[in-house]
């Protein structure tokens, strides 16, 4: 493991997206939203997926100078055409004024399209809660994962993430993949030579197995059986037909397989729980996080991260990895 500050990673990258064909304005924020994660333990959506992001610029399927602009279709609904780009810069622009619209309204959402994600979803959520506003957001993906009962891939791994504001502390924030296990763990787990819980996923016969290599090449699992597949369905529909996008498997009847995101929707959905809940739903709220926090062995969602990012120090990076980056980027 190689030792980075949190600057050295934003640098490496910026400057490997850039190589590999980005404008200053993508790779900046990209580089943020990648930087972010590794601050907070997300490890598999930091420089993790960088390669992928190079992958995509290089074999041009991802507009690296992407120039996208939301649009107010009604007061409260805005849409972003993403351009082919990646999704931070998109959201960037966008959830400001998603935020605005729900404080106006009460609600408001922001649909995303033509736009490749490839992150974690925490950070937009997030940022609708520093506005006091409870967030919402979906995006589907590939087809990697099973429906319960079924062993033929069709949803995408189909992350939710949730924020409710919290006035002067962090905000609870859950983020989480509808598949057992987001794929980049189980990659993670296959390159670090990890078994994984059974549950996880199938191997190509069909059959339960602990061993990632085999889940890669069979299908994953959604979580909780058919509640987390109904879950994963729900997503497909939010990030697809509600967006005007297409469903994990018609993404991936165009995607080119460069080991890139593929093109997808996004649904953010804003709310104000001071104009529909009134003024007390703050200290209602913390009514129920008091109690939970003084039971033994629970912990809020997001305090893990919220707890990592208060250390700004050096990093652990896997040296294969930045091996692979700088192969990619060699001048980076
Ligand atoms: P985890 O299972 O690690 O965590 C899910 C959520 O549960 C987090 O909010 C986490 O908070 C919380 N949590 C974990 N353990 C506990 C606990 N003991 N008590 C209370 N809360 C807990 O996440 P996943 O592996 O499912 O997903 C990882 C990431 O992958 C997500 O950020 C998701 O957005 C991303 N993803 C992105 C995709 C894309 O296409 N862009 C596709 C699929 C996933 P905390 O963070 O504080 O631990």
Known sequence: ?????????YQLAYQSLCQAGADD???????????????DGS????????????????????????????????????????????????????VPALAEAAKTYGIAALTLTHSHHFAAL????????????????????KPVVAPAGGNEAIFGTNPIAFAW??????????DMATAAMAQGEVQIAARDGHSVPLG?????????????????????????????????????????????ESLSFETAERDNVDGGPPQGGQFLLAVSPQILGGENWSQQAEGLFTRLEAMEGVRLPGQRR?????????????????????QLAPQA
């Open 306 to 326: 919220h707890n990592l990012r208060e250390n700004q120090g050096n990093r652990e990076v896997n040296d294969s990895l930045l091996a692979e980056i700088r």
């Open 200 to 244: 996880t996923g199938l191997g190509p016969d069909g059959e339960l197995t602990t061993d990632p290599q085999e889940i890669l090449k069979g299908v994953l699992l959604p979580f909780g059986g058919h509640k987390g597949s109904a879950i994963a369905m729900m997503v497909e529909l939010m990030a697809g037909p509600l967006v005007g």
């Open 1 to 9: 493991m190689a030792s980075l500050t949190l600057d050295e990673i």
């Open 43 to 94: 490890a598999s959506h930091g420089l993790f997926r960088i390669p992928g992001y190079l992958k995509s610029l290089l074999s041009g399927k991802v507009n690296g100078k992407a120039d996208p602009q939301p649009e107010q279709v009604t007061p409260a609904i805005l849409r972003c055409h993403g351009d082919h780009g990646y999704a931070p810069l998109a959201l960037q622009r966008s």
């Open 122 to 141: 925490w950070p937009e959520v997030e940022a609708l809660a520093e506005h006091d506003l409870m967030g919402f957001s979906c995006v589907s993906y």
């Open 25 to 39: 304005a993508n790779a900046s924020a990209v580089a943020t939203t990648v930087t972010h994660a590794e601050r």
């Open 165 to 174: 504001p919290r006035p002067g502390r962090s905000p609870l924030v859950y």
